[in-house]
């Protein structure tokens, strides 16, 4: 059925059945002779189709057993009340052709109401359709902001040009990642103090920051994170070691999951004993002393169960033998001595007064911040990490008297009025 939406508002829909068989051309040529002349001139068929008020008649006829039935299809742009009158005219026709016909309306439906169901359908389709592209493109656009964001933020740093977070040179503690897209993974989740070694071979740059920082090795959970581990616990001062869980790679961490692999953190002492790995000479010796010992003592019994272990109980005593004098410390030096050892590998700070009352425990990482804000009464900082020229720069401003940590950094100018003091000076 072909229906002329622009000329119509109703659809009258009529069932014809006759005795005998007949076509299309019979019933339509029926319904326009039968109804001339019976509704007036207003209402004639002809003259209603002529002015486009009412559409092309359709019939559906199909024939069976000498008999013929269908449907009959007129579109009108009339009002209701004369659709309806037209409607009922059609009611009148009693013969097609030679033929008893009989024909009764089954409805008038209102087209229009059929189109605002269309509309209404393809509408929630077309929305549906544009909620999901704008979700898209917002995700898209988020994405997009959050990326160009992270590669503004990223830094060349030293002479190799390292990609870097911004705050490498601000704060007190760093983390050492394997490659570019580490870095940018933590700065999506704000860890700006992150720098990238870019491979095995690691840069001078990271070597000499390690002298003046906390540093952190942050490595893949696989093969390749243990050899770059290996390499930097040997040539750079490393103080903590994180592993991405096994077999993920740092650059594919959940927030959730960087988080939880930095809080698990271990010493790299015990990191390195636990892959045999010798460590750098640091810059006050401390870190080799204490592993040279370390290796004297287990050496000992080795070399008597050795070939020439005769030869060498015959020998001197060597130099780890010799007995060393005994350092003498002030009642003072051994209350920074006990509070230095309180935090042995926890990187806090604690902040006290001229009493040796504790006022405030910080992470080392906000140590600076906490003394800036100038808090009354404070005398003395004692710190497991290293002690930088800005912790000192501080401490001259606010006063205070002394400041204990576990070593030195690159310090330009030692102030006089400050009482500096070390692990190496207290043990």
Known sequence: MDIDPSTTKYLISAKLSTDGIVEKPDIVGAIFGQTEGLLGDELDLRDLQKSGRIGRIEVEVSSTKGKSEGIVYVPSSLDQVETAILASSLETIDRVGPCKARITIEKIEDVRVSKRNKIVERAKQLLNELMKASKVSGVDLADSVRQSVQIEEVIHYGKERLPAGPNIDDSDAIIVVEGRSDVLNLLKYGIK?????????????IVELSKEKVVTAFADGDRGGELILRELLQVAEVDFIARAPAGQEVEELTQKQIVKCLRNKVP????????????????????????????????????????????????????????????????????????????????????????GNVLKEVHVSTLADTLKEGMEGVTSVVLDGIITQRILDIAVEKNISTVVG??????????????????EDLS
């Open 193 to 205: 103090n992150v720098i990238a070694v870019e491979g095995t071979n690691i840069p001078q740059t």
């Open 268 to 355: 790299a002492d015990q990191f390195a004993e636990m892959l045999n790995i010798q460590g750098p000479s640091t810059k006050n010796g401390e870190k080799t002393g204490r592993r040279d010992e370390d290796r004297g003592e287990r050496r000992r019994p080795e070399d008597d169960r050795g070939r020439h272990g005769r030869e060498r109980e015959q020998k001197p005593p060597s130099r780890f033998q010799e007995e060393k004098p005994v350092k003498r410390f002030s009642p003072e030096q051994l209350r920074w001595k006990g509070v230095l050892d309180e935090l042995v590998n926890t990187s806090k700070a604690k902040i006290l007064n001229a009493s």
């Open 406 to 423: 576990v070593k030195l950094g690159n310090i330009a100018k030692l102030p006089t009025n400050v009482e500096v003091l070390t692990k």
